[in-house]
């Protein structure tokens, strides 16, 4: 069994930056692809950014494409988000999510991810 707990949501100007963190345990870290998603109020969930397993790719939304970044740190088994330029639109309860068998044209998939965390609140005003 995946845990997922994510931290660093907060209430940030435009503009300004910050880095979302999911802890993971329950699993063999370099086994499982980790992605963030976010849900904007009353809209559905979205794909943000996703690491493969072993990190070996990474991959955008292009609504965030060169201002956040996704990153993986192996001994701290931990999944960073760093959201620079941020956007009153960016504004979402982000989640992480973890899958061993996702593949790569499932990525964006929600559904395709059998674990989730709980969520961290990111708000941006103007």
């Known amino acids: 069994q995946v845990q997922l707990v994510e931290s660093g949501g907060g209430s940030v100007e435009a503009g300004d930056s910050l880095s979302l963190s999911c802890a993971v345990s329950g699993s063999s870290f370099s086994s499982v692809s980790v992605a963030w998603f976010r849900r904007p109020p009353g809209k559905e969930r979205e794909f943000v950014a996703a690491?493969?397993?072993?990190?070996?790719?990474?991959h955008y939304a292009n609504s965030v494409q060169g201002r956040f970044t996704i990153s993986r740190a192996n001994a701290e088994k931990t999944v960073y988000l760093r959201m620079n330029s941020l956007q009153p639109e960016d504004t979402a309860v982000y989640y992480c999510a973890a899958s061993g068998t996702v593949i790569l044209s499932q990525l964006r998939v929600p559904d395709a991810y059998g674990y989730w965390g709980q969520g961290t609140q990111v708000t941006v005003s103007s």
């Open positions: 690491t493969r397993r072993g990190g070996s790719s990474t």
